[in-house]
């Protein structure tokens, strides 16, 4: 059964490690993603982004594929399906298909506009019991066609976006969506110090966790980071074994374009990414 993530990141932020999210993009995605959770006993959010939910066929096959894979793989870690940089209507749209979480990315609107449509969603979700992220300054990269240059999040915006009750807090500290350009400037610990100190409880979240170093990685934790977001890095890791795969020629071989063999090494390759992961962020054993 799909649970808010607001406990496991309640416990994440007082145990000093983080829980990722994970984003899913087909079946194998999923599978891979629930699997290794569940065998490292650790909780888990799988991210969902608008473009990804169109591709899944929409949010209601996306929460009956996860719903029932919770079910027929026997998962009993806590696992939260989670809207990725909702819109407005996106959000409203998950909560209705059945999302146990969303994210509403208010960042480009003028911070009273932010403030106010993240108030509804607030209301909405907290009847409700999911869970709510919101977000200040914007995540730099490219995230479904809106491109930022990784700016860093007013703190005083962030704590009247916190003081509305939302559950968790995206903040722009320098992180980038997608691979790191190579004069990236590292990420801002004195934003997300200056931050944390003026959200106190509040779990904070890391976008563009790929290629971020790990002992800035650990540095984030320690500062207050309790949920960080992977997707890049699995989609490379998968893209990787199946070139392999191809380049070798087992396709050839045999049955070996059935897709059930043709994905298997990627599908591999996302459970050691996701496990690599999970031990970094500090999560492993603690559902």
């Known amino acids: 059964m799909l649970v808010s993530a607001k406990d496991m990141l309640t416990k994440a932020k007082q145990g000093h490690y983080a829980v990722g999210q994970f984003n899913i993009n087909n079946l194998e995605w999923t599978k891979a993603i629930l699997m290794t959770a569940q065998e490292l006993n650790s909780p ?30 026997n998962i009993t870690v806590p696992v939260a399906l989670h809207l990725d940089h909702g819109s407005y209507e ?5 909560i209705e298909a059945g999302f146990s979480s969303v994210m509403f990315d208010g960042s480009h609107y003028p911070i009273e506009e ?17 869970s709510i992220e919101a977000e200040v300054g914007s995540i730099g990269g490219e995230e479904d066609g809106v491109v930022g240059a990784g700016e860093c999040a007013d703190p005083q915006e962030c704590k009247q976006i916190a003081d509305l009750g939302v559950t968790m807090l995206a903040a ?14 590292g990420l801002s610990f004195e934003t997300l110090d200056a931050v944390q100190q003026l959200t106190g409880e509040m779990p904070l979240v890391l976008h563009g966790g790929t290629g971020i170093p790990e002992d800035m990685i650990k540095k ?8 960080i977001n992977v997707n890049t890095e699995c989609q490379l890791s998968f893209a990787a074994a199946t070139r392999k795969y191809v380049e070798e020629g087992k396709d050839q071989q045999g049955k070996g374009f ?17 496990k690599e992961k999970m031990e970094l962020f500090g999560s492993v054993g603690k559902a």
């Open 44 to 73: 888990v959010i799988l991210g969902v982004s608008e473009g990804a939910g169109k591709y899944m066929a929409g949010y209601k096959t996306v929460v009956g594929m996860v719903n029932g894979m919770l079910e027929e793989l």
């Open 220 to 227: 984030a934790i320690s500062l207050g980071v309790s949920k």
């Open 90 to 94: 996106g959000a409203l749209k998950c």
């Open 172 to 185: 722009g500290i320098g992180n980038i969506h997608g691979k790191y350009p190579e004069n990236w400037a």
């Open 258 to 274: 059935d897709p059930r063999k043709l994905l298997a090494p990627g599908f591999e390759a996302i459970k050691e990414t996701v």
């Open 114 to 130: 932010n403030i106010a449509k993240t108030k509804e969603l607030v209301k909405l979700t907290n009847e409700k019991g999911l």
